[in-house]
Structure formats: C-alpha cells, structure tokens
C-alpha cells in the first residue's frame, strides 16, 4: 500500500515537498517514482530512485528543481520540488515496483503498486 501526501496550492516560483509512505511487503521493493497527470493529459513519469544504490532519474522539464529521495528504515520516498512553475500543476502519484522486473524506471506499466495521488496547483 502506498501512501501519498503533501500536495496544496502553491504560487509559482514556490516549493511543496510530497512524501509517499510504504506499508505491507516493502522488503520486495526495487524502485519507487512518480508520475503526474495534468488536465487533459496522459500520465508521464517525473522521477524515479532505485531503493538499493539511491541512484535517481529525472524527466528533463524537472531537472534542477526537483529532487526524489527515499528513506529506506522509514519506507518512505519524497519529492522535494523548487521553482514551481503552473505547468508543474497536475496530480502527483507515486508508484513502486518489485524486484526482477525490467529496470526502466519510466515505464509505468513496469509498476506494481500505486498510490492515491496527491493535487498539486501551481499558480501564475
């Protein structure tokens, strides 16, 4: 079960840090990320960290303000995102995926557990 929070309203420019709680059989997670759909528009991969090495993947419109982390003894993933900018405005979820499966970490058909989702607004 995942477990998503920290979404709200935010002006641009702004900060908001999501957080994504792990219970039940976290022992078999392999990597966790997020993924955001904004009005109108499919689903697209954010971030993603591998819960082993911590090594993290970023889509190029977030590089250099968001930053995913993961807290492995909490089973706990955040997203930390700086300078918000209005088209950053879309429902954040995060997702987890079990070990053996393929690596891609954008791939949301590689996922196996998802979250509620959590708004986030953005305003101009």
């Known amino acids: 079960l995942l477990q998503a929070s920290g979404g709200g309203l935010v002006q641009a420019g702004g900060s908001l840090r999501l957080s994504c709680a792990a219970s039940g059989r976290t022992s078999n997670i392999y990597a966790t990320g997020w993924f955001r759909q904004a009005p109108g528009k499919e689903r697209e991969f954010v971030a993603g960290?591998?819960?082993?090495?911590?090594?993290?993947y970023y889509t190029d419109s977030v590089k250099g303000r968001f930053t995913i982390s993961r807290e492995n003894a909490e089973n706990t993933m955040y997203l930390q995102m700086n300078s918000l900018k209005p088209e950053d405005t879309a429902i954040y979820y995060c997702a987890a995926k079990r070990r053996f499966t393929p690596s891609d970490l954008a791939q949301e058909s590689l996922y196996h557990y998802w979250g509620q989702g959590t708004q986030v607004t953005v305003s101009s």
């Open positions: 960290v591998y819960w082993t090495s911590g090594s993290t």
